[in-house]
Each structure stands twice: as structure tokens, then as C-alpha cells.
Antibody, heavy 121, light 113 residues
Framework: EVQVVESGGGLVQPGGSLRLSCAAS????????MNWVRQAPGKGLEWVST????????HYADSVKGRFTISRDNSKNTLFLQMNSLRAEDTAVYYC??????????????WGQGTLVTVSS | DIVMTQSPDSLAVSLGERATINCKSS????????????LAWYQQKLGQPPKLLIY???TRESGVPDRFSGSGSGTDFTLTISSLQAEDVAVYYC?????????FGQGTKLEIK
């Protein structure tokens, strides 16, 4: 059974940093691209970042480019999102989401339960 | 960026009746080399993560009831629930994965009339 479990969310002050993790199981992690998608309270879904299965190609939304870094450790079946220079508008539930294929040019076929990031003083 | 616009924003349908949600993309999401539309539909129930219903515009994900169907091509797409059940109350999102940045529609809230 496919499982992705996010962790690392919490309350952080504006300008601060946070590192999210996503532990994956139930599938061959290195053969699938992974995403981070966020949802602000009461709002819709916003794509944040994608990384291919090998970890060699990454893409970012303009809203986080230069501040967030996506990475993965295929030996530990874990996806990361390093978030720096956090702003109030980054407050959201962050979902770890598995792609259907290796490249990332695919639909998301499985979502984790999400982890809440709150940026506030 | 490809803008995804859903209509209506909210919808109330009687149990057993048909529900139709539309999604329009600001440019085509049809990839001519494989003749596939890079368009998916997700269902999000209150307090839960999204769940994939349809991909490639019309392919039903494994385990999704056959009352859910997707249609359309190019820039205009439709999600149809043929006979609404109580458990279908949710927000529905369309999503294009044709080009980065990937984008979602604003969501359509489906309720029981």
C-alpha cells in the first residue's frame, strides 16, 4: 500500500526557516517524481515544487523560487522541502504528493495527509 | 502560466441526479505527440487530502466508481457524476500538468440539494 507521511510543520516567525520531510513506503521511491503542493486555510490548491525520480531535475513555483529547495534521499525513501525566508503568505497545509511517472510530467496519483506550516509572529 | 477556470463555483444537486462541473484552460493542454490531454480531476472531502479521480482527461483512476467520468479536449473539459451519492459531497479541482508551473482550478463545491 502506498503511503507518504509528512512531518516537520509548525509555527515559525516571518523570515525563519523550516524543513519538511516526507517518508514514503509501498512503492519503489526512486522511480517516481514527487511534488509539494500547498493549500492555504480555506483556499484552493497551489503547486509548489517537483523533483524527478533521480533527484536531478527540479522545478519551482515563482512564489517560492530562491527561497525553497526540494530534494530527496532515495536511499532513505524520503522527500524534503527546505523553506527559508518564510512569509505570512506561506502559511498553508503542505502536501507531499507522488507522481504517476519518473519525470514529473504526470498527474499526482497519491497525496499524503499534509503538515501545517504557520508563519506568524 | 496556464490559467484553469472552473464553473460553477458551487453546485447543489439532488441525490440520484447528474452533476456536471466544467473546467476551461487558458491554452490547450493537448500534447500532439501522444494525443493526450494533460488534465486531471481531484476530489477533496472536508478535512482530507485530495484524491485522484480522473487523469488524461478521461481515464478513471483504479477504484473510482464508474459514476464519475471525464470528457473534453484541448481547452474545455467536464467532470460528470451520473447519479449523485451523499458521499460525493466535496470540492472538486481540475489540474493541468501540461506545463510548468502546474496549475489548478479554483475548485467547485458540490452539495446536496
Amino acid at each position: 500500500e502506498v503511503q507518504v507521511v509528512e512531518s516537520g510543520g509548525g509555527l515559525v516567525q516571518p523570515g525563519g526557516s523550516l524543513r519538511l520531510s516526507c517518508a514514503a513506503s509501498g512503492f519503489t521511491f526512486s522511480t517516481y517524481a514527487m511534488n509539494w503542493v500547498r493549500q492555504a486555510p480555506g483556499k484552493g490548491l497551489e503547486w509548489v515544487s517537483t523533483i524527478n525520480g533521480g533527484g536531478t531535475i527540479t522545478h519551482y513555483a515563482d512564489s517560492v523560487k530562491g527561497r525553497f529547495t526540494i530534494s530527496r534521499d532515495n536511499s532513505k525513501n524520503t522527500l524534503f522541502l527546505q523553506m527559508n525566508s518564510l512569509r505570512a503568505e506561506d502559511t498553508a497545509v503542505y502536501y507531499c504528493a507522488k507522481c504517476r511517472g519518473y519525470s514529473g510530467y504526470d498527474d499526482v496519483d497519491y497525496w499524503g495527509q499534509g503538515t501545517l506550516v504557520t508563519v506568524s509572529s | 502560466d496556464i490559467v484553469m477556470t472552473q464553473s460553477p463555483d458551487s453546485l447543489a444537486v439532488s441525490l440520484g441526479e447528474r452533476a456536471t462541473i466544467n473546467c476551461k484552460s487558458s491554452q490547450s493542454v493537448l500534447y500532439f505527440s501522444n494525443n493526450e490531454n494533460y488534465l486531471a480531476w481531484y476530489q477533496q472531502k472536508l478535512g482530507q487530502p485530495p484524491k485522484l479521480l480522473i487523469y488524461w482527461a478521461s481515464t478513471r483512476e483504479s477504484g473510482v466508481p464508474d459514476r464519475f467520468s471525464g470528457s473534453g479536449s484541448g481547452t474545455d473539459f467536464t467532470l460528470t457524476i451520473s447519479s449523485l451519492q451523499a458521499e460525493d459531497v466535496a470540492v472538486y479541482y481540475c489540474h493541468q500538468y501540461y506545463s510548468i508551473p502546474y496549475t489548478f482550478g479554483q475548485g467547485t463545491k458540490l452539495e446536496i440539494k
